[in-house]
């Protein structure tokens, strides 16, 4: 139960544009929030954007400037994470998660499911 399982990353120059899917394996009480959290080596892992499945309600990081559009296919079971004008900074290992809360900040600690990441790297 909340399997994730992330693709989409790869490879790019800087003001290309990546989507990202992520798809569950199966819902639950515990899989009502979606998120994407971004790593880089050596930190912590960073939150991206979040929505939950009806998208009622979606939330971003400062840092995204309006460039990521997190959506959601409910019949699928299935969120994307379109970034677009990508820049170096946004280099990292992108993580997909499950939960069932919303907080004023978002943390790893809020989630109870993870993917196994994907790597995106933004050449210059």
């Known amino acids: 139960q909340g399997r994730l399982v992330e693709s989409g990353g790869g490879l790019v120059q800087a003001g290309a544009s990546l989507r990202l899917s992520c798809a569950l394996s199966e819902r639950s009480w515990r899989t009502t929030v979606m998120a994407w959290f971004r790593q880089d080596p050596g930190k912590e892992r960073r939150f991206v954007a979040l929505t939950t499945w009806s998208s009622e309600m979606t939330k971003y990081a400062d840092f995204v400037e309006g460039r990521f559009t997190i959506a959601e296919d409910n019949a699928k079971n299935t969120v994307f994470l379109q970034m677009n004008s990508l820049k170096p900074d946004d280099t990292a290992v992108y993580y997909c998660?499950?939960?069932?809360?919303?907080?004023?900040?978002?943390?790893?600690?809020?989630?109870?499911?993870w993917g196994q990441g994907t790597q995106v790297t933004v050449s210059s």
């Open positions: 998660a499950a939960g069932s809360t919303i907080t004023a900040h978002p943390g790893p600690n809020d989630f109870y499911y």
